[in-house]
Structures are given as structure tokens and as C-alpha cells.
């Protein structure tokens, strides 16, 4: 089994920064792409940010500029660096990971982490 636990939520005041950290664990013999989505209260669930293993990234029109997405290939860990935070950016925030356990790559996701930006 192949376990995302999230970490890094919560409430912080408009401008403000947060730093959201995904750990996977399990069988795992390989990450492909690992990434971060978030959906808010009655809206669909939305690309935040891709990186690939070789360290690509892809961005969401809506943070390009302000968040940073990273990972640590060693730890099996994805970051999500979030500077200038907007009300607007409040959502559950899930990571994801392809990772190759029993003979194929398989889609993986965390239980989510809120992040509230509000005054």
C-alpha cells in the first residue's frame, strides 16, 4: 500500500505565506509526477501545480508567480511554497504522485490539507 500524508495547512492573513509538504510511503519502487490540486467549496478541483522527476514544472494561471512547487526525488516528498496568499486561494489542498508499485505506475492522492486565507 502507498500512502500521502499531507502536512502544512492552515490559517494565515492575506500576503501571508504558507509551505505545504506531501510525504509518500509504502511499496514504493518509483515516482513519476507528483503535483498539488485544491478545490474550494462548490467548485470543481483544480490543477495548482506539476512537477515532473527530472524537475519540470507547470503552473495554474492563478499562482504562476506566487507559488513554487518542488520535490525531494530522495524523501519521496512534494513542496508547495505559497507566497502572496489571496483569499481567493482558500481550498482543501490534495497532493498526488504516479507511483510504480507492482508493475505499473498508478495515481495516488493525500486526504487533503485546508488552507484558510482570510483576515
Known amino acids: 500500500q502507498v500512502q500521502l500524508v499531507e502536512s502544512g495547512g492552515g490559517l494565515v492573513q492575506p500576503g501571508g505565506s504558507l509551505r505545504l509538504s506531501c510525504a509518500a510511503s509504502?511499496?514504493?519502487?518509483?515516482?513519476?509526477?507528483m503535483g498539488w490540486y485544491r478545490q474550494a467549496p462548490g467548485k470543481q478541483r483544480e490543477l495548482v501545480a506539476t512537477i515532473t522527476r527530472g524537475g519540470t514544472t507547470n503552473y495554474g494561471n492563478s499562482v504562476k508567480g506566487r507559488f513554487t512547487i518542488s520535490r525531494d526525488n530522495v524523501l519521496n516528498t512534494v513542496y508547495l511554497q505559497m507566497n502572496s496568499l489571496k483569499p481567493e486561494d482558500t481550498a482543501v489542498y490534495y497532493c498526488?504522485?504516479?507511483?510504480?508499485?507492482?508493475?505499473?505506475?498508478?495515481?495516488?492522492w493525500g486526504q487533503g490539507t485546508q488552507v484558510s486565507v482570510s483576515s
Open positions: 498526488n504522485a504516479e507511483v510504480y508499485t507492482s508493475g505499473w505506475y498508478e495515481p495516488y
Open positions: 509504502g511499496s514504493i519502487f518509483g515516482i513519476n509526477g
